[in-house]
T-cell receptor, first 112, second 114 residues
């Protein structure tokens, strides 16, 4: 069965700390990987795509380990506004118009 | 920044009634999608649409569901005879191309079946 697995948390982290999440995916042929964030009762919003070589966007760093089939997200110098649910999202089939498979999300709470 | 827009934001419908959810994808995007999220659960793929036809659909997308692109801008999801378990948040998404391109989501329609 094709799945994306995440630790649901919650992660309670003090402001300014560094926090990391992992996620695993089931299909080794998967080609596209993303992190989205979702605020309560809102739509998923793209945080960043995840590339094979790893990529960084400001305080956020994403990495992909194809051999172990996991993706990570690192948030440095966390802000109160980073509190949200972080969704690991994979195109498991690798096809052109395929739907995305979402993890259940990791709930992050940044505490002042 | 271009957005995916969805209407209505909240739809309340009696069980057994038909409902149509509407979406306007980002204008230069070619791939369109519907997802749903039952309260407290993960986002689930329903259907993808490209070149005026369904490209892929999930097990959830049974004969009660249909999609249509009636003109150059709208993309609709119809549920023919709603059930209580259809109550969920329905998200429309679009992407410029398929595959490795990220999908951009609308702010959703909350569907409540009574």
């Amino acid at each position: 069965r094709k799945e994306v697995e995440q630790d649901p948390g919650p992660f309670n982290v003090p402001e300014g700390a560094t926090v990391a999440f992992n996620c695993t995916y089931s299909n080794s042929a998967s080609q596209s990987f993303f992190w989205y964030r979702q605020d309560c009762r809102k739509e998923p919003k793209l945080l960043m795509s995840v590339y094979s070589s790893g990529n960084e966007d400001g305080r956020f760093t994403a990495q992909l380990n194809r051999a172990s089939q996991y993706i990570s997200l690192l948030i440095r110098d966390s802000k109160l506004s980073d509190s949200a649910t972080y969704l690991c999202v994979v195109n498991l089939s690798g096809g052109g118009a395929d739907g995305l498979t979402f993890g259940k999300g990791t709930h992050l709470i940044i505490q002042p | 920044e271009p957005e995916v827009t969805q209407t209505p934001s909240h739809q309340v419908t009696q069980m057994g009634q038909e409902v149509i959810l509407r979406c306007v994808p980002i204008s230069n995007h070619l791939y369109f999608y519907w997802y749903r999220q039952i309260l407290g659960q993960k986002v689930e793929f329903l259907v993808s649409f490209y070149n005026n036809e369904i490209s892929e659909k999930s097990e959830i997308f049974d004969d009660q569901f249909s999609v249509e692109r009636p003109d150059g801008s709208n993309f609709t999801l119809k549920i023919r005879s709603t059930k209580l378990e259809d109550s969920a948040m329905y998200f429309c998404a679009s992407s410029a191309t398929g595959g490795n391109q990220p999908q951009h989501f609308g702010d959703g329609t909350r569907l409540s079946i009574l």
